[in-house]
């Protein structure tokens, strides 16, 4: 409990709470200095919450703290039945409830402001089924609903931004960065014009210069046209060809088809579908509804404390030793006659797992063909709809292999000579610093020496008088070359600046007395933007207070339209709901046949005995057809033996026949061969 108060005064002394408690003074809080501590910080998750507890009934403000954790789905610890102690205790600004509460807020602020903010607009309106029947409700409801789902989506792709780590500083720099790109391009194209307009003829050869472009655009455009027609021709002949393949293949597989081949391939899917829908997915859709089953018991199941579970363990650990203990007594009991059927059972176990996981295998392959015939029709229509013609098979995929081949031979081939010019620009590179540090340790050597002789500085003052004295002699010259030239030049410059003194005297007269009233004018500018800056700021704060308010009013005005539409809907249901029983209730007590027939009860009532009456005429309909099964089977089997009997004896009399007429034709033939 301590480190529980420890952390709540941590969180507390932090922004945007900044109370300054400690053990002690958090400790000695009363009730109700505790409750608005815990409104503040509920307040700080849901700006709804901003309210003073003073002025609020206590059950109204354990009404809306309560709904308002269950929103956030905190969950008090003890038993989870005990809700009316919890109820209390957030009345009375119980310590043992309180502190738990705010312990729980302030550790997960940030997730809990984020699981109010939604709740404000994935809050979805129960309305009844009766209200839904109605056209304009239905879609009003489902428009709703529509705009839930779009709300979710945006909000996703705001997250999604928001950790995608773009920024608007950043996008604004690139925007001001393509501002002055866009500013130095009009001012490039301003000097290109003002160069040009200088060429005689100019428009002429701006005319000639378009009429060039658009010629060798329209090439280009033309030059694209061929090379698409081209690919089209190309891509057409493939088509042809593979569409003559595959009539070729398709009269081929007609040919080689029999109706044997045919009907055998029909059994086999025949047997595999009865098999999966008389054993395998009844199995499955069985075990479904038992894990189903399960996972609801658990869900109703109330919230279980650690001595449940550990009684839970407890229980199951007694099952196992006694299933244990079941097994080794039917072990040593080693009844030959079990074993035989163990034996079966175990074979017959072995050859259904065998026979399911073919089934599985057979099911997986099925759906992983068809995943991949998809596929490839949709690859086929995007490559159908993006080149006009569809994916390379046979010997166009064997070139196109081996041209992507030769392509990664000759890559290679271009690595591995960037490989070797890299280790020797490494090597080079490395010479190259071996040879500064020997120079390096060859200077220091030698500024060494020279301390050593007591001439410091000698070589580098000799490098450097060497390179002044270079430098001096090129002066030199070029003052001798220059010479005249400078005079020349410095004596019509003093005569430029003599004009232009002359011209600007006037213009600085004028000047004088207009600084001194820039000055002025500079002034009283920055004094009355100071006052435009502080009028501004006041009326800033007054307008974000002011709509700070008008938001408040507005969701206060929206959260009381929604209640009172709620409330005339309720209202409407209840009357609806009391008309009716009222119309059952007339009609139930109505001395009028006709009238009490249209009640409920008696509908339901006369369904009942009609459904009663065709189940006593269906159980003796059963009764009669189990009665006269066994006759009618005996009947069913004599007419068969019957049947079979005729049958003998119709092939035996044909059999006769053919016997007479075959002794009557070689008669014939012996009284043939004695007349002649």
């Known amino acids: 409990m301590s480190e529980q108060i420890k952390a709540i005064v941590e969180h507390l002394n932090k922004e945007p709470f900044k109370k300054n408690f400690n053990l002690i003074t958090f400790d000695s809080l009363e009730p109700m200095q505790l409750l608005q501590l815990l409104n503040d910080v509920l307040a700080t998750i849901d700006p709804k919450q901003d309210i003073d507890i003073r002025e609020e009934m206590p059950d109204q403000m354990a009404r809306r703290m309560f709904s308002l954790l269950g929103m956030l789905k905190y969950k008090p610890p003890g038993n989870p039945s005990d809700t009316s102690n919890f109820r209390q205790g957030l009345v009375t600004g119980s310590k043992p409830v309180i502190h738990p509460i705010l312990h729980w807020l302030l550790l997960r602020i940030n997730e809990l402001k984020k699981r109010a903010y939604l709740a404000r607009f994935l809050f979805k309106l129960e309305v009844p089924a009766e209200f839904l029947q109605d056209d304009v409700v239905a879609d009003t409801y489902h428009q709703y609903e529509e705009l839930v789902e779009s709300f979710k989506n945006y909000h996703k792709e705001c997250e999604s931004l928001k950790s995608s780590g773009f920024s608007t500083a950043e996008i604004r720099r690139d925007i001001g960065s393509m501002e002055e790109e866009k500013d130095q391009l009009i001012k490039r194209v301003d000097r290109l014009k003002k160069r040009v307009e200088t060429v005689s003829n100019h428009q002429r050869m701006l005319e000639l210069a378009r009429q060039l472009r658009v010629e060798k655009e329209r090439e280009e455009s033309l030059a694209h046209q061929k090379q698409e027609q081209k690919n089209q021709l190309f891509h057409a002949d493939q088509r042809l060809q593979r569409s003559q393949q595959q009539l070729k293949d398709l009269r081929q597989a007609a040919a080689d088809a029999k109706p044997e081949s045919l009907m055998k391939r029909l059994e086999e899917e025949i047997k595999f579908n009865m098999y999966m829908v008389s054993d395998k997915l009844p199995k499955e859709l069985e075990s479904k509804r038992t894990t189903v089953q399960y996972l609801q018991k658990v869900v109703a199941e109330p919230v279980m404390g650690q001595?449940?579970?550990?009684?839970?363990?407890?229980?199951?650990?007694?099952?196992?030793?006694?299933?244990?203990q079941l097994i080794e007594k039917r072990m040593m009991r080693n009844d030959p006659i079990d074993d035989k059927h163990s034996l079966f059972r175990q074979q017959a176990s072995i050859i259904s797992?065998?026979?399911?996981?073919?089934?599985?295998?057979?099911?997986?392959?099925?759906?992983?063909?068809?995943?991949?015939?998809k596929e490839l029709a949709h690859k086929n229509s995007q490559a159908r709809d993006s080149d006009g013609a569809e994916v390379i098979k046979g010997d166009e995929f064997k070139r196109y292999v081996s041209k992507l081949r030769s392509k990664s031979t000759l890559y290679k081939k271009r690595r591995q000579e960037v490989a070797e010019l890299r280790a020797e620009y490494g090597v080079l590179q490395r010479t190259e610093d071996i040879l500064k540090q020997?120079?390096?340790?060859?200077?220091?050597?030698?500024?060494?020496?020279?301390?050593?002789?007591?001439?410091?500085?000698?070589?580098?003052?000799?490098?450097?008088?060497?390179?002044?004295?270079?430098?001096?002699?090129?002066?030199?010259?070029?003052?001798?070359?220059?010479?005249?030239?400078?005079?020349?030049?410095?004596?019509?410059?003093?005569?430029?600046?003599?004009?232009?003194?002359?011209?600007?005297?006037?213009?600085?007269?004028?000047?004088?007395?207009?600084?001194?009233?820039?000055?002025?004018?500079t002034q009283e500018y920055e004094e009355k933007k100071a006052q435009y800056d502080s009028c501004a700021a006041g009326l800033e704060s007054n307008r974000s207070k002011l709509e700070q308010e008008v938001r408040g009013l507005r969701e206060q005005n929206t959260e009381e339209e929604s209640r009172y539409h709620y409330i005339n809907c309720m209202r409407q249901v209840i009357e609806m709901q009391m008309q009716r029983a009222a119309d059952e209730m007339r009609a139930y007590v109505s001395p009028d046949p006709q009238e009490r027939r249209k009640?409920?009860?008696?509908?339901?009532?006369?369904?009942?005995?009609?459904?009663?009456?065709?189940?006593?005429?269906?159980?003796?309909?059963?009764?009669?057809?189990?009665?006269?099964?066994?006759?009618?089977?005996?009947?069913?089997?004599m007419w068969r033996d019957l049947e079979q009997l005729l049958e003998c004896k119709k092939q035996c009399h044909l059999r006769a026949q053919s016997q007479a007429s075959i002794g009557h034709v070689i008669q014939e033939g012996g009284e043939d061969r004695l007349v002649l």
Request: aromatic letters at 2%.
């Open 353 to 373: 797992r065998k026979k399911e996981a073919k089934a599985e295998e057979l099911q997986e392959a099925r759906e992983e063909l068809a995943s991949v015939e």
């Open 438 to 521: 020997r120079h390096e340790a060859l200077q220091q050597q030698l500024q060494s020496m020279e301390a050593k002789k007591g001439i410091s500085g000698y070589s580098n003052t000799q490098e450097e008088l060497e390179r002044v004295s270079s430098i001096k002699s090129e002066l030199d010259e070029m003052k001798g070359r220059t010479l005249d030239d400078m005079s020349g030049m410095v004596k019509k410059l003093n005569s430029v600046i003599a004009e232009k003194k002359a011209a600007l005297a006037p213009v600085i007269k004028e000047l004088r007395p207009l600084r001194q009233k820039c000055q002025e004018l």
């Open 599 to 637: 009640a409920v009860r008696e509908q339901y009532t006369k369904n009942i005995t009609e459904q009663e009456s065709l189940g006593k005429k269906l159980r003796e309909k059963q009764k009669a057809v189990r009665e006269s099964h066994g006759p009618n089977m005996k009947q069913v089997k």
């Open 307 to 324: 001595a449940e579970l550990g009684e839970l363990e407890d229980k199951i650990r007694e099952m196992n030793i006694q299933i244990n």
